[in-house]
């Protein structure tokens, strides 16, 4: 028998963790509540243990469990009603009501930037199209029409993103390897002959993604059209999990979950959201953090032989090295491949100079401009294989 | 603490492993809520090992399932026999005599089938196997969606024979190395375990349970040594495995004690990164072997 308080007081135990980020579904506090109905519930790190069993608790989340059930979670659980929850002091970057809810203001439209007439090419250039100017046209430069046409034309672009073979056999009418399941079905209904064979074949397969945006105050110009870029890729892929987004400034914010709450719409107004939910939007960088956070949190989950990591950052960050060297050296072991997007590598005079840029150099696979839609282009077979 | 934990303790700890209670309330109320137990943790901290003591424990059968990326129902279910199904055809056909309905029914019948661990964890009839299904992570989300279904029904449906429930619930565990993320309704089914690197004096334990021979002052300077490699940053940190195969590695050199120039020869039973060897120096392989022989000296004077 469950006595009534045990119920709320889980229940009131569960929503503290959910304010908190941590994911605890209703199915996950029946399990919590079967799971103290078996233990000693006077026993109160025993109660801790299955609390932590049943309702899932993963590690990254082990430090608010355990912080909340000190707070929550009297000795004396029969006596929970003398226990209002006090007002969460874990600090939350998205939740958390100690962090103020400062309004950060997604990156401004760089407005006074839109091209002069003069500028744009007239009609009876040779070989003139529209999408070509709009490809090399740098991104401080684009207008809010040409965003909408760029998101088309990526769009289209990014559905070429087909890569390495899967290592699950499919049915194939062409050819492969013999399914001999199938070819003796259809053999069956010919009488035991083999008037043909069934076959199977490994198909292709998208790389999953995991994009790291910088989105600090000298990346501005060009954040938007990244993360542009990255939705469209995010739009694209087979399904929500193969991508993963995150944003980084002072402190890193996984962008994923957000993803997926959002409608679909249009890139722009799903761009403003996230810009919401990422603090100190435009603020300064610590690259070197933000990366040895996600590699200390996600890099064992998120990231494995089928990953691409792609970076994006200007990497001008005055910072310690050690963890930023720290921190891709663990992503390229771990990673199939490790890009690193530098806006300012358009420049033909650009050389990697900038301290961290230096630094991170000899662990990127590759870095590559990201001024224009045609450099985003030239990304795209790196996406693949 | 209820007592059939500390029950479940005393006897995996006879079983020769060491749990703490975290492994065991876990290990309990998997076995009473009768739902799978999901285990996550590093590399060599003793995932695997929880299914085979808990067999041992219940004295039946562990089955496993290795995933692997690319595994399907063919591997990890059942697959028809076709060349034994294909043989009796023939032989069918020259005796004559018998009607298509009655060759169909003898190809497919039950000895035509191969089983694979997941049916033969559902069809064992001597009591519930203990079924583990050792690293989830390396199958893919199509394999996972799978065995969700598996495991909230214990019942498969083969299209030619119908569908078996059943004939006990098994004991099922899951182990991943997080080398990617679990989906969550999988993660749902089960209960949750994250098991961390032991704490010195556990390690010590499990030391002088799995090799006796290593004496109490030899395991104490091990386990302190494997400790302090632990607190640097490297890329792989040795796990529980790791250090039961220097033990051994180092009573096969007759090691009554840590030197510096048998450790660094045993190194590579401990560090299986080039990285990591390179990046604990001279001068940090002194420190760490200080540490550890501090404790000899301290043992001593005690």
Excluded at chain 1, 177 to 187: E, G, M, N, P, Q
């Amino acid at each position: 028998m469950i006595p009534a308080d045990l119920v709320h007081h889980l229940a009131r135990f569960s929503r503290a963790l959910r304010e908190h980020g941590v994911a605890v579904s209703l199915s996950d506090e029946a399990d919590g509540l079967e799971a103290l109905t078996l233990v000693d519930v006077g026993d109160r790190d025993e109660v801790r243990r299955a609390l932590s069993a049943a309702l899932k608790i993963r590690p990254r989340d082990a430090a608010v469990f355990a912080e909340l059930f000190a707070l929550l979670w009297s000795s004396g659980a029969a006596d929970p009603a003398a226990h209002r929850p006090p007002p969460p002091r874990v600090p939350d970057p998205l939740h958390g009501p100690s962090a103020p809810r400062r309004a950060p203001r997604p990156a401004a439209w760089p407005a006074g930037l839109v091209p002069a007439a003069d500028v744009l090419p007239t009609g009876d250039e040779p070989g003139f199209s529209p999408e070509a100017v709009l490809r090399q046209k740098p991104f401080e430069e684009l207008s809010a029409a040409d965003l909408q046409a760029m998101e088309r034309l990526l769009a289209r672009l990014t559905l070429r993103l087909a890569t390495r073979p899967s290592r699950r056999l499919v049915p194939t009418p062409g050819r492969g390897t013999i399914d001999l399941r199938r070819s003796f079905r259809k053999a069956l209904a010919h009488g035991g002959e083999f008037l043909s064979l069934a076959r199977r074949t490994r198909p292709i397969e998208r790389a999953r993604l995991v994009v790291l945006c910088d989105t600090s105050g000298s990346m501005d110009p060009y954040t938007r059209f990244l993360l542009t870029f990255v939705l469209a890729l995010h739009r694209v892929a087979r399904t929500s999990r193969s991508t993963e987004i995150f944003a980084f400034n002072t402190s890193l914010v996984r962008l994923t979950p957000s993803l997926r709450s959002l409608r679909p719409e249009r890139i722009d107004l799903v761009l403003d959201k996230l810009a919401a939910r990422v603090p100190d939007w435009s603020g300064g960088t610590r690259i070197g953090e933000c990366l040895a956070t996600f590699t200390h949190a996600y890099l064992d989950e998120l990231v494995n032989g089928q990953t691409i990591v792609l970076i994006l950052s200007d990497g001008l960050d005055r910072g310690d090295l050690t963890p930023l060297q720290g921190a891709l050296r663990a992503l390229q072991r771990r990673a199939r491949r490790v890009l690193w997007l530098n806006p300012l590598a358009g420049d033909r005079r650009y050389e990697p100079t900038a301290r961290a840029m230096a630094a991170a150099l000899p662990y990127v696979d590759h870095l590559l401009p990201a001024h224009n839609l045609e450099s985003l282009e030239r990304l795209l077979p790196l996406l693949t294989a | 603490m209820r007592p059939e934990i500390a029950e479940l303790q005393d006897a995996m700890e006879r079983l020769g492993y060491i749990a703490d209670p975290a492994i065991t309330t876990a290990l309990f109320l998997s076995r009473e809520m009768r739902r799978p137990l999901l285990i996550e943790g590093d590399a060599g901290v003793g995932k695997t090992e929880i299914a085979k003591v808990l067999a041992r424990l219940l004295e039946t059968e562990l089955i496993r399932l290795q995933c692997y990326e690319g595994l399907d129902v063919s591997t990890s279910l059942y697959e028809w026999n076709y060349q034994r199904q294909m043989l009796r055809l023939r032989i069918a056909e020259q005796d004559g005599g018998k009607t298509a309905e009655e060759i169909e029914d003898l190809i497919f019948g039950r000895s035509y089938l191969l089983e694979r661990p997941l049916l033969r964890a559902i069809t064992r009839r001597e009591g519930p196997p203990v079924l583990l299904i050792d690293e989830i992570d390396r199958a893919d989300d199509a394999f996972e969606a799978f065995l969700l279904e598996v495991l909230s029904d214990f019942q498969v449906t083969i299209p030619e024979l119908g569908t078996i429930r059943a004939e006990h619930v098994p004991y099922v565990i899951l182990t991943s190395n997080r080398t990617r993320e679990i989906g969550d309704a999988l993660r749902r089914r089960c209960l949750y375990l994250y098991i961390e690197h032991p704490s010195l004096d556990k390690e010590v334990r499990i030391l002088r349970a799995r090799v006796p021979e290593a004496g109490a002052v030899l395991a104490a300077e091990i386990g302190r040594f494997v400790q302090a490699l632990r607190r640097r940053q490297l890329s792989k940190a040795p796990g529980v495995a790791e250090t039961i195969d220097w033990a051994q590695a180092l009573l096969h050199l007759h090691s009554a004690h840590l030197d510096r120039e048998t450790v660094e020869q045993t190194l590579g039973c401990l560090l299986k990164d080039h990285h990591d060897l390179r990046e604990l120096g001279p001068d940090a392989l002194t420190a760490d072997l200080a540490d550890a022989v501090a404790a000899r000296e301290e043992t001593a004077a005690s």
